[in-house]
């Protein structure tokens, strides 16, 4: 079985991503795995590494695939780095099976 880049925790699900800024277009990539066995979730945007402008661009494209607002999605690991670990607010039981849409191959 292959690892889901998120686990679900009290009030929603916690999501490990791996952000490539500066790329040609805004895009979730899909899930790519990790030297630690685990898995990230790669997205790509086109907003630059600067100021936490490809962190806001991060949430928004998140926030616009998924049809949520962008207050439920919280960077709280990783705000200078390409991995980054987000809290996602909401039902979790909804949010796990939105997950496992996107993630599933």
Request: glycine share 8%; net charge positive; no cysteine.
């Amino acid at each position: 079985m292959k690892a889901a880049p998120f686990v679900v925790i009290d009030g929603g699900i916690k999501l490990a991503v791996r952000l490539t800024p500066k790329a040609s277009r805004d895009r979730i990539e899909g899930v790519a795995a990790v030297a630690d066995g685990g898995a990230v979730l790669k997205v790509s945007v086109t907003a630059v590494p600067e100021d936490g402008k490809a962190n806001a661009a991060l949430v928004k494209l998140l926030a616009k695939e998924w049809r949520m607002p962008k207050s439920a999605i919280e960077i709280v690991q990783g705000a200078t780095d390409r991995r980054k670990v987000l809290v996602i607010t909401g039902d979790a039981d909804q949010l796990r099976q939105r997950l496992e849409q996107w993630t599933a191959t």
